[in-house]
């Protein structure tokens, strides 16, 4: 049965190879700082490092050194003038760069060319593989390239004049931080605006005997030898990538989740039509299951997970590495945030309005760390949007904030999954069942044309439009390319397109892509 792949999340924040070296005052000392600092040493500068003292005041004082808080550090400097730090405790680019959206995609990417490579035979070639895929040599090069861009956040800083801490920050008031530093020296800075932007982490496995036996999204990337068995936990976007690299890589992989279909924030045809596409491909689904315990063999390190589902109770036995992805919290713990007034919800999400605005009136909050959107991009143009508005000239940017409704999404699953706008459940709740039209195609894309009916993979879309103009107010789409495709559609949806607008667009021919605008 053929394999398949998926994953990944977004772009990264611009950054220029051809930047200048860091200066000498770039990366402190830390637990794995060490190296680092050898490293780019030797990639990126020749002079040797030294520890500047930290600046006792600033204008713009940014917590978090991932999309979000680098974007707006940089635009308030370079672009406006503005005194600007940024305190990072980890590796600059946050959860996207380090693990997250890069790396999973470069993953996907090899995943992808094994499909190629399985999918070619029925082109007319004749590909043998020599040996296995070296996943270590991969991995390796995968974690050489998320180093390098580590290295290019850090010049770009540098050039943009943003003076980078490594440590951890803590509010001590509202114009107060008190930063540590990785060789435990502490220093307090006054500053005029502070930006929380910390993002999250995944949440903590479930309270049972031998949950610690497995690890969590982001230890997948320390996972040095490709597996021959593994359990993921989860129906969200990351398992769902997740299992589906390792199956295309011909992992025997399993798939837990508590309900009979995964991606369940989708629309119903997207959590359906990926459901039993993920069956037929033969990732083992674990349909309505809840975990009970999890042991280890000494001997072997091999897992065996105990569990409940719609079928009784069951165990799997002999696995290799056990993953939960069963979401992720915001990095609210430590931040000191009740010594400035700063206000939390019951998830412990920082409560901020439309312009990041929190409780407090000089202190802003963005990206995963609010809860909402939970995507690098808008993370990055809501720094910049904030940077704008708290720095630029009134008379353009006193309005700046980002816009988030319409937000496109894409979840690199097999097939590929788009989504931008309501649901159709949701689309009925809002405007009414009378008050909308639903559009729908299920086709077999022309890629798929000179193989075996057993290896065809199915494409489905789906429009959603309200009122009698017939405004599209939903777009769904599952299939080859699906991820490339969404960005251009979502301009029309984000410019308000009705279904006469996408019907007066001549269809690109043959594409998947003119079925949008051929919709009967």
Same mark, same amino acid.
């Given at each position: &049965? %053929?394999?398949?792949?998926?994953?990944?999340?977004?772009?990264?924040?611009?950054?220029?190879?051809?930047?200048?070296?860091?200066?000498?005052?770039?990366?402190?000392?830390?637990?794995?700082?060490?190296?680092?600092?050898?490293? !780019?040493?030797?990639?990126?500068?020749?002079?040797?490092?030294?520890?500047?003292?930290?600046?006792?005041?600033?204008?713009?004082?940014?917590?978090?050194?991932?999309?979000?808080?680098?974007?707006? #550090? %940089? &635009?308030?400097?370079?672009?406006?003038?503005?005194?600007?730090?940024?305190?990072?405790?980890?590796?600059?680019?946050?959860?996207?760069?380090?693990?997250?959206?890069?790396?999973?995609?470069?993953?996907?990417?090899?995943?992808?060319?094994?499909?190629?490579?399985?999918?070619?035979?029925?082109?007319?070639?004749?590909?043998?593989?020599?040996?296995?895929?070296?996943?270590?040599?991969?991995?390796?090069?995968?974690?050489? !390239?998320?180093?390098?861009?580590?290295?290019?956040?850090?010049?770009?800083?540098?050039?943009?004049?943003?003076?980078?801490?490594?440590?951890?920050?803590? /509010?001590?008031?509202?114009?107060?931080?008190?930063?540590?530093?990785?060789?435990?020296?502490?220093?307090? +800075?006054?500053?005029?605006?502070?930006?929380?932007?910390?993002?999250?982490?995944?949440?903590?496995?479930?309270?049972?005997?031998?949950?610690? !036996?497995?690890?969590?999204?982001?230890?997948?990337?320390?996972?040095?030898?490709?597996?021959?068995?593994?359990?993921?936990?989860?129906?969200?976007?990351?398992?769902?990538?997740?299992?589906?690299?390792?199956?295309?890589?011909?992992?025997?992989?399993?798939?837990?989740?508590?309900?009979?279909?995964?991606?369940?924030?989708?629309?119903? &045809?997207?959590?359906?039509?990926?459901?039993?596409?993920?069956? %037929?491909?033969?990732?083992?689904?674990?349909?309505?299951?809840?975990?009970?315990?999890?042991?280890?063999?000494?001997?072997?390190?091999?897992?065996?997970?105990?569990?409940?589902?719609?079928?009784?109770?069951?165990? /799997?036995?002999?696995?290799?590495?056990?993953?939960?992805?069963?979401?992720?919290?915001?990095?609210?713990?430590?931040?000191?945030?009740?010594?400035?007034?700063?206000?939390?919800?019951?998830?412990?999400?920082?409560?901020?309005?439309?312009?990041?605005?929190?409780?407090?009136?000089?202190?802003?909050?963005?990206?995963?760390?609010?809860?909402?959107?939970?995507?690098?991009?808008?993370?990055?143009?809501?720094?910049?949007?904030?940077?704008? %508005?708290?720095?630029?000239?009134?008379?353009?940017?006193?309005?700046?904030?980002?816009?988030?409704?319409?937000?496109?999404? +894409?979840?690199?699953?097999?097939?590929?999954?788009?989504?931008?706008?309501?649901?159709?459940?949701?689309?009925?709740?809002?405007?009414?069942?009378?008050?909308?039209?639903?559009?729908?195609?299920?086709?077999?894309?022309?890629?798929?044309?000179? &193989?075996?009916?057993?290896?065809?993979?199915?494409?489905?879309?789906?429009? +959603?439009?309200?009122?009698?103009?017939?405004?599209?107010?939903?777009?769904? *789409?599952?299939?080859?390319?699906?991820?490339?495709?969404?960005?251009?559609?979502?301009? #029309?949806?984000?410019?308000?397109?009705?279904?006469?607008?996408?019907?007066?667009?001549?269809? *690109?021919?043959?594409?998947?892509?003119?079925?949008?605008?051929?919709?009967?």
């Amino acid at each position: &049965m %053929r394999s398949f792949v998926f994953l990944g999340r977004l772009s990264v924040a611009s950054a220029s190879a051809s930047a200048p070296a860091p200066s000498a005052r770039s990366i402190h000392s830390s637990r794995t700082a060490a190296s680092r600092i050898t490293t !780019y040493s030797r990639h990126f500068s020749s002079s040797p490092h030294i520890m500047a003292p930290i600046s006792k005041e600033t204008d713009f004082l940014v917590i978090g050194g991932g999309s979000g808080g680098l974007g707006a #550090a %940089r &635009m308030a400097s370079a672009k406006f003038g503005a005194k600007a730090m940024i305190v990072e405790s980890n590796r600059l680019g946050g959860t996207c760069v380090n693990v997250g959206c890069v790396p999973k995609k470069v993953t996907f990417n090899a995943a992808a060319i094994a499909e190629a490579i399985h999918e070619s035979k029925a082109y007319g070639f004749s590909v043998q593989e020599t040996a296995p895929f070296d996943w270590a040599s991969f991995k390796q090069k995968r974690d050489a !390239y998320v180093k390098r861009l580590n290295g290019i956040y850090e010049r770009n800083l540098n050039n943009d004049k943003v003076e980078y801490v490594h440590g951890r920050a803590r /509010l001590l008031s509202k114009n107060e931080v008190e930063i540590t530093e990785d060789d435990g020296t502490k220093s307090t +800075v006054r500053a005029n605006r502070i930006l929380i932007a910390v993002g999250g982490r995944p949440t903590s496995p479930p309270d049972i005997p031998g949950a610690e !036996y497995g690890t969590n999204s982001d230890g997948f990337f320390d996972i040095a030898t490709l597996p021959k068995k593994v359990a993921l936990v989860g129906a969200g976007y990351i398992a769902v990538e997740f299992a589906g690299m390792f199956n295309a890589l011909g992992v025997e992989t399993h798939l837990f989740i508590r309900y009979p279909t995964f991606l369940r924030t989708f629309d119903p &045809m997207i959590q359906e039509g990926v459901t039993a596409e993920y069956e %037929r491909l033969g990732v083992h689904l674990h349909k309505e299951s809840v975990q009970t315990r999890v042991d280890k063999d000494p001997a072997t390190g091999k897992l065996t997970i105990h569990y409940k589902d719609n079928k009784g109770e069951g165990q /799997l036995s002999d696995v290799d590495h056990l993953i939960w992805a069963i979401g992720r919290v915001p990095e609210t713990d430590h931040l000191g945030l009740e010594n400035a007034g700063v206000k939390t919800n019951e998830k412990g999400h920082i409560v901020a309005d439309g312009f990041q605005n929190t409780s407090v009136d000089n202190i802003f909050a963005l990206g995963d760390v609010c809860g909402k959107a939970e995507l690098t991009p808008v993370a990055i143009a809501a720094g910049r949007r904030l940077a704008e %508005r708290l720095y630029g000239p009134a008379e353009v940017f006193a309005n700046a904030h980002v816009d988030y409704s319409n937000i496109p999404s +894409v979840v690199f699953a097999h097939p590929e999954v788009g989504a931008i706008g309501l649901t159709e459940p949701e689309a009925v709740e809002k405007y009414g069942r009378e008050n909308i039209k639903v559009y729908t195609t299920s086709f077999t894309a022309m890629y798929y044309a000179m &193989m075996e009916p057993e290896d065809k993979a199915p494409t489905k879309y789906k429009l +959603v439009c309200a009122g009698p103009e017939e405004k599209v107010v939903g777009l769904h *789409i599952m299939g080859l390319g699906s991820g490339e495709m969404l960005q251009g559609f979502g301009v #029309a949806v984000k410019m308000g397109a009705t279904k006469k607008d996408f019907d007066s667009c001549i269809a *690109i021919h043959p594409t998947s892509a003119e079925e949008l605008v051929t919709l009967k």
